[in-house]
């Protein structure tokens, strides 16, 4: 089966930067969605619904919900089955709980998340 764990997430000011990671399992199942799936992140605020903010093709083209263009970067890296999320100039609009899946999702591949607050 396949697991997807998210980290880095933490309290920044506005304007700050923060890093996303999310490592799915490094067995048969993880490699495979890495090789055959598109990916994304995905974030939800309190009272809102989870919503996907960036993802990744195979090949490598991306794309991102206007509200986060020109300030985050998805990437990927196959070979490790991990997937990134670079944001800079947070806003505390950005304020929400991040998770990584497949694109379009896959409910049982949801993990718990990683909390990224913005707040000065």
């Known amino acids: 089966q396949v697991q997807l764990v998210e980290s880095g997430g933490g309290l920044v000011h506005p304007g700050g930067s923060q890093r996303l990671s999310c490592a799915a399992s490094r067995n048969i199942f993880g490699i495979t969605v890495f090789s055959i799936k598109d990916l994304g992140w995905y974030r939800q605020a309190p009272g809102n619904q989870r919503e996907l903010v960036a993802a990744?093709?195979?090949?490598?083209?991306?794309n991102y919900t206007d509200h986060v263009k020109g300030r985050f970067t998805i990437s990927r890296d196959n070979a490790k089955t991990m997937v990134y999320l670079q944001m800079n100039n947070l806003k505390p609009d950005d304020t929400a709980v991040y998770y990584c899946?497949?694109?379009?999702?896959?409910?049982?591949?949801w993990g718990q998340g990683t909390q990224v607050t913005v707040s000065s």
């Open positions: 990744i093709s195979l090949d490598g083209s991306t």
């Open positions: 899946n497949t694109v379009p999702a896959t409910a049982r591949y």
